[in-house]
C-alpha cells in the first residue's frame, strides 16, 4: 500500500482527474459540493505544479491536495449537515444487489475524519503516514479515525456478500 | 461480518465507481431537534434582549414598597389627601411621560425621582397626622 510512484510532475494535471474525483466524491458526497472540491484541487494542482518538490510520489502530493480541498468543502458544510440530521436508512435487505450503494450510503453517516480516512487507507490504498499526511492528522489518530470507521461500517452494514 | 479483505475489496470497487457514475443514495434529513431548540431558545434570548424597556419602570421600580397604605377616618382630611395624591400622581404620570420620551434626558429622570418621593413624603405625612 505505501506509495511506489516516482515523482511525474511533467504528467498532465488532468491525467489526474479521475484520482482527485474518487477522492472528493469519497469524501464529500454531495455532488455539487464534490464538484466544488475537485475543480478546487484540480485548480490548486495545476497552479502550484510546479511547485513540487521531489520528496516524495507526484500522485501523493495530487492525494494530499484533493484530500485537504474536499475537506474544506466538508467541513464548510458541518454546521448545515449537523442541522439537518440524516434519518436512519430503510434496513437494506441482504441480498440488496447494490452493495457499493449501501456501503456509499453508510460512509454519510461516518464523522468527516473518519469517512476521509477511510476513503484514503481502504478505497485509495494509502499507507497509514499519508493518510494522516493528507488529512493533517497524526498516524496514531488516523489508524483510530480508521479502525472506529471499519467497525461502524461492518456493524451497519453486515454481510455485504 | 465482513472481513478487512472484504471491506478494502468494496471500497475499491466504490472507488472505481466513484470515478463514473456514483452511486445514488436516497438521504432522508430532518432537523434535529436540539437544534429546533437552539433556535428557539436564542430567538426567544433575542427578543428578551431586544424587547423595548421602559426607562419609567426602572424608576419606579426603586420606590416598589415604599407606598404604604393610608386610613383617615376624617372625610374631610381624608378628601385633602386624595386631592394632594391625585395631584402627585399627575405630576409622577407627566414626569414618566416625559422620560419616555427622552429617556437619556438626566433632567426629566430627576423630576421622575422627585415626583415618587414628593408622593412617598405625602403617604408618610399623612400616616404620621393621622
Known sequence: MPETETAEPSRAATDYVPLVRRIARGIVRDPHDAEDAEQEALFLILKHRNDF????????????????????????????LWLLEEMPAQPAPAAD???????????????????????????????FADVAAAVGCREGTARNYAFRAARKLRRWLGDLA | ?????????????????????????????????????????MLGAGAF??????????????????????????????????????????????????????????DFSELCHVAFQAKVRLIQAYIQGS
Open chain 1, 97 to 127: 444487489p447494490d452493495r457499493l450503494g449501501r456501503l456509499y450510503g453508510a460512509l454519510g453517516r461516518l464523522s468527516v475524519q473518519e469517512r476521509a480516512v477511510f476513503v484514503l487507507h481502504y478505497q485509495e490504498e494509502m499507507a
Open chain 2, 49 to 106: 434582549i431586544a424587547r423595548p424597556r421602559d426607562p419609567a419602570a426602572a424608576i419606579e421600580s426603586a420606590y416598589a414598597g415604599r407606598f404604604a397604605e393610608v386610613r383617615i377616618e376624617d372625610p374631610e382630611l381624608r378628601r385633602e389627601f386624595e386631592a394632594a395624591l391625585a395631584q402627585v400622581e399627575r405630576a409622577i404620570a407627566l414626569a414618566k411621560d416625559a422620560v419616555r420620551r427622552s429617556p437619556g434626558n438626566t
Open chain 1, 53 to 80: 518538490q521531489e520528496r516524495g510520489s507526484f500522485e501523493g502530493w495530487v492525494r494530499r491536495i484533493a484530500t485537504r480541498a474536499s475537506l474544506k468543502v466538508a467541513k464548510r458544510r458541518r454546521l448545515w
Open chain 2, 1 to 41: 461480518m465482513m472481513s478487512d479483505d472484504e471491506l478494502r475489496s468494496v471500497a475499491r470497487a466504490l472507488g472505481a465507481r466513484l470515478e463514473t457514475d456514483p452511486p445514488k443514495v436516497p438521504v432522508r434529513r430532518r432537523v434535529r431537534r436540539v437544534a429546533l431548540i437552539a433556535i428557539a431558545l
